[in-house]
């Protein structure tokens, strides 16, 4: 089997990059499994949910899939209250920038939903086999199918058996910290307001999500350091769930009220991963190239940002380049250089910032984001940068 372009990875990076090379027209086959569609009642949500910036809005709207999701599953973010660990206090508001939202929350499982859906309706070429083995210029399943192509993406996640099977190097630092997921009912209403504290044991963040027939509903986010996290995910549901809520209720001082736990909860361990983003005939897209602490909800955003560069990049190459074109693959690299390295240092240095527990600097960091506090102008460039 030949196309011009295959992509590695079901996900929702690697089927947005099918879907928007098939928008331009280009021959493109996705490799990868079907991802399972959840049949979810109205008041039962997938557990994991994504921040959205109005970039990646506005790129899945072009690429014709954010009209599919469905209202009743989307929250706007109108504001965001970021605490410090000492009297540190940050609020942002879309209305400060002049904007409709801050960004949207949806669940992951939303989002393919629909990108499957539209690609149905396209007819995109998609082999439903996992890749197997892979050398330039061809790619093999699985279960022995053949693609041969001008240009491969890599968007087959963080441990990305195709960046591997390349010879891709990839640099990676644990945290020695998980992120817990899980929902949780409130007793008072978050207004939309996404809230997030940073504090000794970790970050924490509370995400506005859609309420229930029980009330309000947020989505936590917290990275904890592993071994408080690993003694929370070996307890029984019971006590993990009284376990969280105690924690919960000292971290957030009662901000929302009461929480009690409505989901299961989840354990991602977080790393920072940083790989070469192209190779021969080869282009990396997604957490594939990088994978960054979850404390800003950045590392979609940032992987859609990849697929617009590439997607743009390769249909406008000259007509006597091939899509894998080391000079195409070159200009793709230096598009995404400087947002990728960006949004490492500020979501590395802040993990970082807010892990050292010396005095002045607790002091320095908190009165910081008191100083942002009064500067409207540093907090539109902020909302600016959380935008992108
Ligand atoms: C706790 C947490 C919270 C987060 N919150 C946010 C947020 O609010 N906002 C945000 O923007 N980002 C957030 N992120 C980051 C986000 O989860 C990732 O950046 C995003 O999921 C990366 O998508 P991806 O498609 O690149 O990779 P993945 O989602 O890992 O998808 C990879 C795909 O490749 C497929 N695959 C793997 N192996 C093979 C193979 N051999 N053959 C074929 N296919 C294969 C897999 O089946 C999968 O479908 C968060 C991350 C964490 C850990």
Redesign the pocket.
Known sequence: MSASIVV?????????TALAFARKGEAVTL???R?TVQNLSQDEFFA??????PA?QRFLASIGVWALIDARRLTSVQAMEIHGDGNGLLNLNAWQSAQSEL?W?VE?SEIERVLVQAAQVMGLRWVT????SYAPGALT??RGTTLEAELFIA????????RAAAGLTVESRPYGAT?L?AHFNCSVPHQGTALQWFGSEGVL?L?PMPDTAQGPQVSM?W?LKEAIANEVLAMPAAQQASALQTRLAAATAGRLGALTLRSAVHG?P?TLNQSPIIGDCLAL?????H??H?L?????????GDVQALVDTVAARESFRSPGDPMVLRRYRRLRAEPVMAMRLVTDGLARLFDIQHAPVVWLRNTGMNLAEKLPFIKRQLIAGASR
């Not at 994991?48 to 910036?53: F, K, T």
């Open positions: 590695c990875g079901s996900g929702i990076v690697g089927l947005a490799v990868g499994p991802p994991r949910v994504y921040a959205l910036s990646s960004a929350i992951s086999e996992k890749f197997a399943t699985d968007a087959d996640g963080a441990q990305s058996p195709l992120a997921v963040a995400l986010v990275s991602f977080l897209a997604g957490d594939a190239a994978r960054l979850p800003a909800g950045q590392g979609l955003n940032l992987g859609l």
